[in-house]
């Protein structure tokens, strides 16, 4: 994701957006540091300083935060040294490893009255706001219920990069629930409202990767989980998601109301798919997409689709193009709460909110059962998390 990221600064600067702007790269290893100062002078013609170490940044000129896209166990300490040093600080999803660091980081976050944002992009892209806006405007109806589908390949996970420490446990939390699974909660929260409950079973399905090169990963975290999500007011989220599919790669949602439904041949968002009322003729998803953008007022587009954040001429997601992606986005909305004051549209509260609805899956496969979201979120429920929790106590991180 940190190469992502880089995508968004660069499009960002060459698209003229005012306010964010790539100072430095800070990466330990030489090789990783090198090749991503070699990529945003490719993509940009600028170059920037490069050094190992978060102090380091002290001497470079107009550091005001940094963005941290490293495996997930290194959010908390970095975040913290940040706050330590004046640093704003964009995370990358999920927020952290539990409940109790994400909400370590919030309460340094707010103790340092520094800015703390989540880069929880598939919120971002025009046809997951304009789904949002279709649910709260009734379009459907009442929302019944929501099927969503994952199954790819592990090669097809982060073809580019991530490695072993996606499928460790100690790194990632898990795979499925942590990697995949908070996307997905944080879309169905943001469409829906709060989770409430959680029943869901999560396993491993391959405890072993065999690369390319005959290289073995072995995987102590999950890549598959079936669950039941319910919201308030009956309406109930069926989610399959799997790291270990074959064949034919799939991924689709559904969504039913009283009134019609829309469908996508798209997990991430809206795309190939049909919004079919009851009253009316059925229409293709992206005109749907297309209705509601035009439809924005000037402070509605500013606020939700800034310009230079999306590509107007193109609504579909791609996860190739940063700016279709929402990872454009997600850079731009932290620099405008840093330099207004305001908060990030995910911030510590929402990326936590997010963090203990994925958990819930976790913890309700472990217990066998049913748990409530918000017993997770208050750390009444917390065996999955327990052992995490132990190794950051003996580091010193809690």
């Known amino acids: 994701m940190g190469l992502r990221h880089l995508r968004g600064f660069a499009a960002l ?35 920037v300083p490069a050094v190992a170490s978060m102090s380091e940044l002290e001497s470079v000129p107009g550091v005001a935060g940094v963005d941290v896209a490293v495996p997930t166990a290194l959010h908390l300490p970095l975040a913290l040294e940040a706050f330590d040093r004046g640093l704003h600080v964009l995370v990358e999803k999920p927020i952290a490893l539990t409940v109790r660091s994400a909400t370590l980081m919030t309460e340094a976050a707010k103790g340092a009255g520094l800015v703390l944002a989540v ?32 199954s790819i390949p592990s ?8 490695g072993a420490w996606y499928r460790d446990q100690s790194m990632a939390g898990s795979l499925v629930a942590l990697e995949m699974g908070v996307h997905e909660m944080d879309l169905l929260q943001y469409w829906f409202g709060p989770a409430r409950t959680v029943d869901a079973t999560v396993r491993t399905y391959e405890p072993e990767i065999v690369g ?63 919004f079919t009322p009851d009253d009316g003729e059925r229409v293709p998803v992206e005109a749907t997409i297309a209705a509601w953008v035009d439809g924005l007022s000037a402070q509605e587009r500013e606020l ?46 929402e990326g936590t909110a997010d963090l203990a609805a994925a958990i819930a899956l976790l913890e309700s496969s472990l217990a066998g059962g049913p748990v409530s979201v918000a017993d997770v979120a208050d750390g009444t429920v917390t065996a999955w998390q327990d052992p995490l929790d132990e190794r950051l106590h003996d580091a010193h991180l809690i």
């Not at 919120?123 to 279709?134: I, K, Q």
């Not at 079936?226 to 309406?235: P, S, W």
């Not at 230079?308 to 929402?326: C, E, K, N, Q, S």
């Open 13 to 47: 600067r060459n698209r003229g957006v005012p306010g964010p702007f790539l100072a430095a790269i800070c990466d330990s290893d030489l090789v990783r540091r090198t090749e991503a100062v070699a990529l945003y002078r490719e993509l940009t013609g600028d170059t």
């Open 119 to 150: 880069a929880e992009n598939f919120r971002r892209v025009p046809g997951n706001r304009a789904f949002r806006s279709l649910i709260r405007d009734g379009e459907i109806g009442t929302p019944y219920f929501t099927l969503s589908t994952l």
């Open 304 to 349: 939700w689709l800034p310009e230079g954040t999306w590509d107007p001429a193109a609504l579909t997601l791609d996860i190739t193009d940063p700016v279709r992606y929402g990872v454009a986005y997600e850079i731009f909305d932290f620099a405008r709460a840093v330099d207004s004051g305001t908060s990030p549209e995910v911030g510590g509260p």
């Open 155 to 162: 090669a097809m996970l982060h073809p580019t990069g991530g």
């Open 212 to 274: 390319d090169d005959g290289s073995v990963t072995h995987v102590t975290s999950e890549d598959t989980c079936l669950a039941r999500v319910d919201f308030d007011d009956k309406l109930s989220a069926q989610v399959t998601l799997t790291m270990a599919g074959h064949g034919e790669p799939v991924g689709s949602r559904f969504v039913v109301g009283s009134r019609g439904s829309v469908s996508s041949a798209c997990w991430e968002g809206w795309q190939d798919g049909w």
